[in-house]
T-cell receptor, first 113, second 112 residues
Framework: EPEVTQTPSHQVTQMGQEVILRCVPI?????FYWYRQILGQKVEFLVS????????KSEIFDDQFSVERPDGSNFTLKIRSTKLEDSAMYFC???????????FGPGTRLTVL | GENVEQHPSTLSVQEGDSAVIKCTYS??????FPWYKQELGKGPQLIID?????GEKKDQRIAVTLNKTAKHFSLHITETQPEDSAVYFC???????????FGPGTRLSVLP
């Protein structure tokens, strides 16, 4: 069964450093998402991406965040200058079209020291 | 914007009993309501969903009901098993929007 994959599973970085979280969505899916989940809290929407552009973003997704689909298979989330409060699980999700379910990846645990 | 509340935050049941988790939403334009199960260290997995043109949906031991007038929807798990133990999240998706607004989650423990 096709699945969303994410790398790395765990990323540790120093405050102020840039990180790139990688996702490979399901191959025939057209809509891509990033969510984050701070430990013990609910899953929060960050951004959605369709047709090579951002279609929606939350207030969390400020200028420090960017997304890219560089090669037609990967979907990346970049945080330019990490802060302590960026420590969280980051989930990528994809869906075939706007009427179908979102499939979530296993997540990347980001720890900012 | 949409706000989703979820109760209870924790729920313990004996194996074989039923479990009910309730969610309310604020945006009457929301039209899609999925339920996700999250096991420790894993991403959320869809277990059932319902659209606003349906009042109830069932899949084996799992059912979801939707009351559009009251803006609430519920997850029902019957004949619970220890492997049902996980955190369950409800979510709502608004008309025209693609992103989900998640509830805060319910930690379900099924005691053998």
């Amino acid at each position: 069964e096709p699945e969303v994959t994410q790398t790395p599973s765990h990323q540790v970085t120093q405050m102020g450093q840039e990180v790139i979280l990688r996702c490979v969505p399901i191959s025939n899916h057209l809509y891509f998402y990033w969510y984050r989940q701070i430990l013990g809290q609910k899953v929060e929407f960050l951004v959605s991406f369709y047709n090579n552009e951002i279609s929606e973003k939350s207030e969390i997704f400020d200028d420090q965040f960017s997304v890219e689909r560089p090669d037609g298979s990967n979907f990346t989330l970049k945080i330019r200058s990490t802060k302590l409060e960026d420590s969280a699980m980051y989930f990528c999700a994809s869906r075939m079209d706007s009427n179908n379910e979102q499939f979530f990846g296993p997540g990347t645990r980001l720890t900012v020291l | 914007g949409e706000n989703v509340e979820q109760h209870p935050s924790t729920l313990s049941v004996q194996e074989g009993d039923s479990a009910v988790i309730k969610c309310t939403y604020s945006d009457s334009a929301s039209n899609y309501f999925p339920w996700y199960k999250q096991e420790l260290g894993k991403g959320p997995q869809l277990i059932i969903d319902i659209r606003s043109n349906v009042g109830e949906k069932k899949d084996q031991r799992i059912a979801v009901t939707l009351n559009k007038t009251a803006k609430h929807f519920s997850l029902h798990i019957t004949e619970t098993q220890p492997e049902d133990s996980a955190v369950y999240f409800c979510a709502a998706s608004g008309a025209g929007g693609q992103n989900f607004v998640f509830g805060p989650g319910t930690r379900l423990s099924v005691l053998p």
